[in-house]
């Protein structure tokens, strides 16, 4: 094999590059994930949002090359700065060398906070095998950290919780047990996939100025998928809107909820409930979220959007339309 | 017309490692649901809401306290009536992954509850995909297994096996977390329509403040095991009494990144509370800006203080 010479400028941490994975299933091939690209800089929060499976988990599985069979990452490039300062392609180095860094360097707060977490293992003993498999330190200090680690993550009493298995907590306390694991190790990059679901409002707006405070002590930088926008609101500082395998659309926080430009994005911020006004029926979109074994050509959305062309049957390239500001759209681009 | 009532149900686990220590998970809880309407129950992480939900099923036996279902008594049920009871009364659980049987196809996880019951579909393929379709999946899922489903797929699956015997009674627990907003919206606007057609009643559980306040009637706040406040849901948004309900209402994420980081930030202060060792008095006293001598030592009764809204906190009770 030849061998690449790699290069990420300076501020980012993490830069991947178009992307695509496969699944083979009976019914046929499901394109999940088609020509993706984004980057994390360091220190950043960055928010992947976009309709139920429209291939936000594979995404961020595959960077680690977390995809099995009849999974298949087909194309790509995911070039990470390492904590040594070394730059790497996470998809093509050995499994070695991944296994060294995930859990470690990368971390993952995974979606199901159930299956993340082995049954037979309590929530202690989580927390200090993640501890003792990439450190020297000892059994007992890991213990101790386990303990802490719950504390922060306001776990209460933790130290009787430690023994406890996970079908003996509540949603919101595995997920937060699944949380103090993948801080343990401080890591570069950390990967959250609806991380607060399970919590009632105020600790989860604990647990997020937990984030950011090691966002700030450990210059970590944070992947975080999620659904609930008001998040996104407030911890995000740019964000990629993702539509059936493809992101469509990405900008700093502030300018997309100010001034989204894809007609999808347009149309999810329509459909938030709003706390404060009596509604009978909720707005959505119309139509379905369509089929990524025969995923409709060129724009992807064209079969929901209410501004499609003729020309909305050739794929819209990507435009920056303001300083920082993507979008994939006809209405935007020029043939 | 109830069609549940609770009555002062209670319910303790043991904790690991301790002969005499018990987690009150639900600890004295009392309310109805009437035909046709929807209970939301918000509450902290941890405070009792999914262990409510399976006691009210059956699913998991109390500790004190009675459950009657359309009138009966849910615990003293057997034979053919049990078996309807299991058949009227469904559960959306909070965690869809580990609900669904790993093994089964999704086709066998939706005819499952059908051939319990002993009801025999012409062609299953075609009933199973025509349901499929109505909460936004398909033809092509119809044969995978649940981990080759996104969480929100997992989720509508999980929702429609509750919902295809066409039960009197649903619990949702968390039923769309793993949703975007847009089919989240499709998934309540389903839900409400089928409410109005069959008449059925839900005890709606989520952390998702806006979406309880849009699918309920009336709401009611639980914290460390007990209901704190029960009120009509527009009444609870406008004019929340108890304390600890106006934090919760208060840390509501706002979809508007300006005002988000603008707005001060309240923060609940004080440690989590723990359901091993409650505090006496009012549960909420540690952290409670509002605290009084006889919160420490008397527990707040629950009184109606407008018609329909209820409170459990002295600074609304006579002594
Ligand atoms: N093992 C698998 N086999 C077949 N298809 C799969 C598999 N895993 C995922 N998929 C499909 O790939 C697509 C992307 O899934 P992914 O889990 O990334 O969605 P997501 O954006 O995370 O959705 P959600 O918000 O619901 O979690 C989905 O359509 C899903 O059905
Ligand atoms: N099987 C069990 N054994 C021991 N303790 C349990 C068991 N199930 C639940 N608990 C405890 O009971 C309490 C209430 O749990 P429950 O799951 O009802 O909370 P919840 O309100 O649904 O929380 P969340 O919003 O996080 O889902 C928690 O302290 C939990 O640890
Ligand atoms: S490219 Fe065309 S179909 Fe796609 S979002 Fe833009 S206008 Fe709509
Ligand atoms: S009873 Fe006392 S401590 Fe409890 S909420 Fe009311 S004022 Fe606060
Ligand atoms: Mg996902
Ligand atoms: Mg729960």
Request: charged share 25%.
């Amino acid at each position: 094999m030849s061998k690449k010479y790699l290069e990420l400028e300076p501020e980012k941490i993490l830069s991947v590059k178009d992307l695509e994975v496969k699944f083979y299933t009976y019914a046929g091939v499901v394109h999940a994930v088609s020509g993706v690209s984004f980057d994390v800089y360091e220190n950043e929060v960055v928010a992947l949002v976009g309709e139920t499976g429209c291939g936000k988990t594979v995404t961020t599985r595959a960077i680690t090359r977390l995809i099995y069979p009849p999974g298949h990452i087909a194309r790509g490039q995911a070039i990470f700065r390492r904590r040594n300062g070394t730059v790497i392609d996470l998809l093509s180095i050995s499994e070695k060398e991944l296994r060294d860094i995930r859990g470690n360097e990368i971390a993952y707060i995974f979606q199901d906070p159930t299956s993340a977490l082995n049954p037979l293992f309590t929530a202690g003993e989580h927390i200090v095998e993640t501890i003792v498999a990439h450190s020297s330190t000892n059994r007992k200090l890991a213990r101790n950290e386990a303990i802490r680690l719950l504390k922060q993550v306001l776990i209460p009493h933790p130290s009787l919780r430690v023994k406890t298995y996970p079908h003996e907590l509540s949603g919101g306390m595995r997920q937060r047990v699944v949380i103090a694991t993948a801080i343990a190790n401080k890591p570069r990059l950390l990967i959250a996939d609806e991380p607060t679901t399970n919590l009632d409002v105020t600790v989860q707006a604990q647990i997020l100025d937990l984030l950011s405070e090691l966002k700030k002590q450990y210059s970590m930088s944070i992947i975080l998928i999620t659904h609930n926008l008001g998040i996104v609101a407030e911890i995000a500082d740019r964000v990629y809107v993702m539509y059936a395998g493809k992101i469509v659309e990405s900008a700093n926080v502030f300018e997309l909820f100010e001034k989204p430009m894809h007609p999808y994005t347009r149309g999810l911020l329509h459909a938030l409930p709003d706390p404060v006004r009596r509604i009978e029926k909720l707005e959505y979109i119309p139509g379905t979220v369509p089929s990524l074994i025969n995923p409709p050509p060129g724009c992807r959305f064209h079969p929901r959007c209410k501004f499609a062309k003729r020309v909305c049957r050739e794929e819209p390239p990507m435009v920056e339309v303001e300083p920082g500001h993507y979008v994939a759209c006809w209405l935007y681009a020029k043939r | 017309m109830s069609l549940i009532r609770v009555e002062n149900v209670k319910k303790y686990f043991k904790v690991r490692g301790s002969l005499f220590k018990k987690v009150k998970a639900v600890d004295g809880v009392t309310f109805m649901i009437k035909e046709a309407e929807t209970f939301g129950v918000v509450g902290e992480t941890g405070c009792g809401k999914s262990t409510l939900g399976r006691v009210i099923l059956r699913l998991l036996k109390p500790t004190a306290g009675k459950v009657y279902f359309m009138n009966k008594d849910v615990l003293k049920l057997s034979g053919e009536n049990l078996k309807k009871f299991r058949r009227m009364a469904q559960m959306v659980f909070q965690d869809p992954h580990s609900s669904l049987n790993p093994r089964m196809t999704i086709l066998e996880i939706i005819l499952e509850p059908l051939k319990e019951h002993g009801i025999v579909v012409d062609d299953p393929e075609k009933y199973i995909t025509e349901h499929l379709e109505i909460v936004g999946l398909g033809r092509e899922h119809l044969y995978r297994y649940p981990h080759e489903l996104s969480g929100g797929q997992k989720q509508r699956v999980a929702i429609l096996r509750a919902l295809i015997l066409r039960p009197k009674f649903i619990v949702l627990d968390e039923p769309t977390s793993a949703l975007d907003v847009s089919v989240q919206a499709q998934i309540l606007n389903l839900l409400k329509d089928l409410q109005k057609k069959f008449k059925a009643s839900y005890m709606f559980i989520s952390h998702d403040l806006a979406v309880v306040k849009f699918m309920s009637n009336r709401i009611a706040v639980m914290y460390l095991g007990k209901f704190v406040e029960i009120a009509n849901a527009d009444e609870l948004f406008e004019k929340p009494l108890h304390p600890y309900a106006q934090v919760l209402l208060a840390a509501i994420p706002i979809p508007n990144p300006k005002i988000a980081r603008e707005r001060k930030k309240i923060r609940i202060v004080g440690e989590p509370p723990s359901p091993i060792n409650p505090p006496p008095g009012c549960r909420f006293h540690p952290r409670c800006p509002y605290v009084m001598d006889i919160c420490k030592r008397e527990e707040p009764p629950m009184v109606e203080v407008e018609p329909g809204h209820y409170v459990a906190c002295w600074l609304y009770a006579r002594r």
